[in-house]
């Protein structure tokens, strides 16, 4: 009997300033997720399809997060290396409360990813405090 392989994660800091670290993201997105499943929903027909005017807003989106939220890039192999699979992030919700949220490609769903990047957030959220 074979013994499942957990996926080599990291939980990479998001730069929202870093046009490289955006733009792997949306790429993940794009190639790898629905737009209503990363970003708020549009008035733009055909929500399941990314457009360029759709990209660009996701891009904007990921910049304009709150100051009080925490973000990082779900990164699949080798460290230092590897490939944005999602993002993850934490954020504040008033004087004891968090919101956590995580969107994975569809590549990375169903393999133990999501509860692996929410174990590591819920790590960083008790050490932040």
Known sequence: ??????????????????????AAVVAAAVAGAL??????????????????????????FLRARPADEASWLVVEGVAGGG??????RLAGRGAANLEAGVWLARTARGRGVGMTVLGEVAVRGRTAG
Do not use: Q
């Open 83 to 88: 490939v944005v699979i999602g993002v993850a």
């Open 1 to 22: 009997m074979s013994t499942p392989v957990r996926p080599a994660i990291t939980l990479r800091r998001l730069d929202r300033g870093d046009a490289d670290d955006v």
């Open 35 to 60: 737009p209503w499943e990363v970003m708020p929903p549009d008035a733009a027909p055909d929500p399941e399809d990314w457009t360029l005017a759709r990209e660009r807003a996701y891009a904007r």
